[in-house]
């Protein structure tokens, strides 16, 4: 049930709301005291009141008591002083006195109705055990006052069993006094307060609606500048430093928007690249072609010539192809290995062997050189790629009569391929950018060389894959040599 209850309250949209929440706190906190601070007013000015009218009454009642006695009261109810007296009293007090004497015998009611009737009490008998009680009944608007009529024994009255000064209970007055006045005083300051409170009401509404505004504002300016971005009037970084977390919030966004951007402009330029190298061998078809067409009577030797370039250049277009889509399967990839235990040494001698009459063509010598027995879990056909890439581009950019020297090695938790090449090296500045797709040092050497500028984007990614590094050293004319370090056991995330 209140599970449910929770469930629909979240329901409600405007519960969620950061403003609606605010303007209920701020509502409530000045509500609250306010309210309490009326009710503990009203109630002890309620107890005072009612205190001092008690403590009137009781003097007054005290002294009527001893006139009682100095009068012989007791014994004749004619005494017209008292009687004045009694009159006056509850006059003043619209209340009623009833004198009792030592019988519980009611000689003396202000009201003239219980006059002679007997009045069996238990404030009544506790007054004459020495007991007296002022009792405030609130809602029927009384107070209710036993006082004792005592005597003092005085020497003329004294016996051996009651000694002079002995104090003798010789009635009870028995006294109801009306509390209207009370009653009517805090009716009247109910009324002032209820109209203060509802004019409290009204301003804090309006504090708590201004306030909940301003401090809900710079959350409001966040999600007006996000929309700006999104609509795409502007593009600059939002700032909204009011609250600590607001900045944050907006840094955040602005990093991701800043993230975004390089992201687009890096997809934006492989795809002007990615257009320009598939537009290069398509624009060499088309000359080619065009060039036979205009040619009337063209040898045979001549259009076999051109075919054979034509060919050459269809072959390229289709290993840029080939290239891409393989860099595409490796970015989506991520996750998608398939593992298996694969002997190191004997997959790097396959390849070497793969590319040995490459390596003859240019007169390059190749050495494998291996320390140890190499078993890793990797994928082996990304693994295949990386070391064809890396021992193919220490091939194709060697001097002639260079020499590639393949290392591996491993420690108990990576394993390294070391391939160092005798050739022309990457200058400093171009170190960092060789994984860049379709990046080259020298352009036209590599397209010379059937280079699409893609395998060692292609290397870098599958490295990656398998939680490995690379890296590149390099000395200008004297050789180069790349580093990879991949873990011997793969651990899947
Ligand atoms: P490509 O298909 O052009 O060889 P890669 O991505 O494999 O493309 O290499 C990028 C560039 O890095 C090459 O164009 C070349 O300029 C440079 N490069 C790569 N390997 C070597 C190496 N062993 N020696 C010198 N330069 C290299």
């Known amino acids: 049930m209140r599970e449910k209850i929770k469930k629909l309250f979240f329901q409600l949209k405007i519960w969620r709301s950061l403003k609606v929440r605010l303007f209920i706190i701020i509502f409530l906190m000045g509500l609250i005291p306010g309210l309490i601070i009326r009710a503990s007013i009203l109630n002890s000015y309620e107890d005072r009141a009612v205190a001092v009218r008690k403590s009137d009454v009781q003097n007054q009642l005290k002294i009527i008591a001893n006139h009682l006695i100095t009068y012989n009261y007791m014994q004749d109810t004619s005494s017209e002083v008292i009687n004045a007296e009694l009159e006056q009293l509850s006059n003043l007090y619209s209340g009623r006195v009833l004198i009792i004497n030592g019988n519980l015998k009611v000689i003396k009611d202000t009201y003239g109705i219980s006059e002679g009737k007997t009045i069996i009490s238990t404030e009544v008998i506790k007054c004459f055990k020495g007991t007296d009680m002022a009792n405030y009944d609130s809602t029927n608007g009384f107070i209710e006052i036993t006082t004792p009529i005592v005597e003092t024994v005085s020497e003329q009255m004294a016996t051996e069993a009651v000694p002079a000064g002995t104090e003798l209970t010789r009635g009870v007055m ?178 070497l062997k793969r590319l040995r009459p490459i390596a003859r063509k240019s007169d390059v010598e190749l050495l494998l050189v291996s320390t140890r027995e190499v078993v890793a879990e990797v994928d082996e056909v990304k693994m295949s790629l990386v070391l064809t890439n890396l021992i193919e581009n220490a091939i194709k950019y060697n001097k002639k009569h260079g020499k590639v020297t393949v290392t591996l090695d491993a420690d108990h938790q990576y394993f390294t391929v070391e391939v160092a090449d005798t050739g022309m090296g990457i200058p400093p500045e171009s170190l960092e950018r060789i994984y860049e797709r379709f990046y080259r040092v020298d352009k036209s050497h590599s397209r010379e060389i059937g280079g699409t500028g893609l395998g060692l984007a292609i290397t870098k990614n599958a490295v990656l894959l398998h939680r490995g590094t690379i890296k590149a050293e390099s000395i200008e004319t004297e050789g180069t040599r790349f580093t990879v370090k991949i873990p011997l056991t793969h651990v899947a995330v």
């Not at 504090?207 to 401090?215: F, P, Q, S």
């Not at 795809?271 to 063209?298: G, Y």
């Open 174 to 351: 028995l006294t109801s006094v009306s509390t209207d006045i009370i009653t009517a005083t805090m009716d009247i300051l109910n009324r002032k307060v209820l109209i203060i409170e509802c004019i409290m009401i009204v301003c804090l509404f309006v504090i708590a609606t201004m306030l909940a505004g301003a401090l809900t504002k710079p959350f409001e300016r966040i999600s007006k500048a996000i929309g700006e971005i999104k609509e795409g009037y502007t593009n600059e970084p939002i700032s909204v430093p009011d609250y600590l977390e607001t900045e944050n919030i907006v840094d955040a966004f602005n990093s991701l928007q800043s993230r975004m951007k390089v992201l687009d402009d890096s997809r934006q330029e492989f795809v002007a690249n990615v257009s320009h190298e598939l537009k290069t061998p398509m624009t060499s078809v088309k000359v080619l072609a065009d060039s036979l067409m205009t040619q009337q009577d063209a040898p045979a030797e001549l259009y076999r010539e051109f075919m054979v370039d034509i060919a050459e250049e269809i072959e390229r277009e289709n290993k840029i192809i080939n290239d891409l889509l393989a860099l595409v399967k490796l970015d989506k990839a991520a996750g998608d290995l398939n593992i298996s235990v694969i002997n190191i040494n004997e997959l790097t001698e396959i390849i």
